[in-house]
């Protein structure tokens, strides 16, 4: 018997059994991510580098995926819709504020709990006299929401049936109708609502009412084609994602970019696109 042959192959043995060896022989060490290249204070194109994104989704990943040990490029690849065929494709890895909807699930590999979950809120101005509880009181009053929200399926579906709500193309119109009186409210997320009102100079005219109405997540969603999807990736991401919200690190990352959208549209940079959410 060659003893040199079986002294390898239990030394094999014994490193496949050391905790994290397996793991790290088939880590993937770096992804390419994408998502919508306007929903602030998540995700927004970098105004002083159109070719990456950043907002509080890019930098609650960074911090998650470089505790693993991975490095992590939040790449713009254009409008929503094509930020998810580039993923659905393969040839970006991850998406960074998915939808949960079952239509991608051939294509996606969602993680849970979500990144962060996105709560809808009614605003409505501070004098108006709308006496509301819950989602029921909304019924007969007139409201608008951004056609750009995602909103869960149940509550579209409760929306179409039983509210009166006029889609704009983005919520700055939606808060301007509301200030103008057209509508005595606004569906919007807690807070892309704060970002738009302090940006339009209206957040001492709005306040928001009661508890969400809605609380869809905002998931990171790895491609089926990505050559970076494995078990270990998936269940170290699902970990940390199970972690995060009793870290406190949610809520100030939120807070800050907010105040990063502010000042860059206050004092916009010459390369900076004008855009809307």
């Known amino acids: 018997m060659d ?62 995926a470089g505790e693993l ?24 890895d991850m998406l960074a504020d998915a939808s949960l909807t079952v239509s991608e699930f051939d294509f996606l590999d969602y993680i849970h709990p979500p990144l962060l979950e996105n709560d809808y809120l ?48 983005n919520l700055t119109q939606a808060f301007q109708k509301l200030l103008l009186g057209e509508v005595e409210y606004v569906l919007a997320g807690r807070y892309s609502g704060m970002a738009m009102a302090q ?24 491609s089926h084609n990505s050559a970076c999807n494995d078990p270990w990736l998936r269940g170290q991401l699902a970990k940390k994602m199970t972690e995060l919200p009793a870290s406190g690190l949610t809520e100030a990352v939120l807070q800050r970019n907010i105040e990063r959208w502010d000042t860059q549209q206050k004092h916009p940079v010459s390369t900076q696109n004008s855009r809307d959410f």
């Open 199 to 222: 940006t339009l100079g209206m957040a001492n005219d709005l306040i928001v009412r009661g508890q969400p109405v809605d609380k869809p997540g905002l998931y990171l969603a790895v």
């Open 122 to 169: 009614v605003w409505t101005r501070k004098d108006s006299p709308l006496v509301y509880n819950d989602v029921q009181d909304l019924h007969g009053h007139s409201g608008a929401v951004s056609e750009k929200s995602r909103l869960t399926s149940a509550f579209g579906t409760f929306a179409e049936q039983h509210l009166t709500l006029t889609r704009t193309s």
């Open 69 to 92: 040990g991975i490095k992590v490029e939040l790449l713009y690849a254009g409008k929503r819709f094509q930020a998810l065929d580039e993923v659905r494709s393969g040839r970006m």
């Open 3 to 64: 003893l040199r042959r079986v002294c390898g192959w239990s030394m094999l043995v014994g490193l496949a059994l050391l905790p994290g060896f397996s793991n790290a022989a088939g880590k993937c060490e770096r992804l390419i991510v994408t998502g919508s290249p306007d929903a602030p204070p998540y995700l927004w194109q970098d105004p002083q580098n159109p070719k990456h994104l950043i907002g509080a989704s890019a930098d609650l990943l960074q911090q998650v």
